[in-house]
């Protein structure tokens, strides 16, 4: 699971890792996005919350995830990437998994400043051409509700045992060195 607040690189170094693991990388803004491009019912419901930086209802967003990973015959494992972001996911989640005989290895979350994640997203709107990129209120609002709805997910993991942070600012390969040693420990 790649965990951290929007900016803070989960695309960026799931596309590393995914290769470099051979997992299959679930990203469910993605995955929301191609529903939008595609005009699928769940992609029109999506986008209200979307354009407004909101999160999209969690009875969505677990189904659609759970139907994503059913697709997947005996994958080696999946790099969550924006999932779960809210308390209520966390736990279908783990229920989930129980229910397959798996569980998550473990969260890894990138940790980056406010600002430096406010300059990150707005640049970023020139290549993204996501409308969420574009705006610094839409921006703002989405590290609120990062910080109000998903942050307190990394207490779920850390008392268990499985979350470790890692600095999320540096070159796009000292921030993989960083997660492959945190990842490397678990899985070995
Ligand atoms: P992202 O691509 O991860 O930045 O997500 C873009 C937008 O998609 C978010 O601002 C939410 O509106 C929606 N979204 C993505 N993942 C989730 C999730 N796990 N729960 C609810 N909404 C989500």
Do not use: W
């Not at 419901?45 to 995830?65: N, R």
């Not at 610094?136 to 990062?146: G, L, Q």
């Amino acid at each position: 699971m790649l965990f951290g607040p929007p900016g803070a690189g989960k695309g960026t170094q799931s596309e590393v890792l995914l290769q470099r693991y051979g997992l299959v990388h679930l990203s469910t803004g993605d995955i929301f996005r191609y529903n939008i491009k595609n005009a699928t019912e769940l992609g029109l419901q999506a986008k209200a919350f979307m354009d407004k930086g909101e999160l999209v209802p969690d009875s969505l967003t677990i189904s659609m995830l759970e139907s994503e990973v059913v697709k997947h015959q005996e994958p080696k494992g999946f790099i969550f990437d924006g999932f779960p972001r809210t308390s209520a996911q966390a736990e279908a989640l783990d229920r989930f998994l129980n229910s397959r005989g798996t569980t998550i290895t473990c969260m890894l979350a990138l940790e980056v400043d406010e600002e430096e994640l406010i300059k990150r997203l707005l640049n970023r709107a020139s290549t993204s051409g996501r409308a969420d990129d574009a705006d610094e209120s839409i921006v703002r609002n989405r590290i609120a509700v990062y910080n109000r709805e998903t942050a307190p997910v990394a207490g779920y993991y850390q008392a268990c045992g499985k979350y470790r942070g890692v600095q999320g600012v540096g070159t796009v390969n000292e921030i993989t060195t960083r997660l492959c040693a945190e990842l490397d420990a678990f899985v070995q």
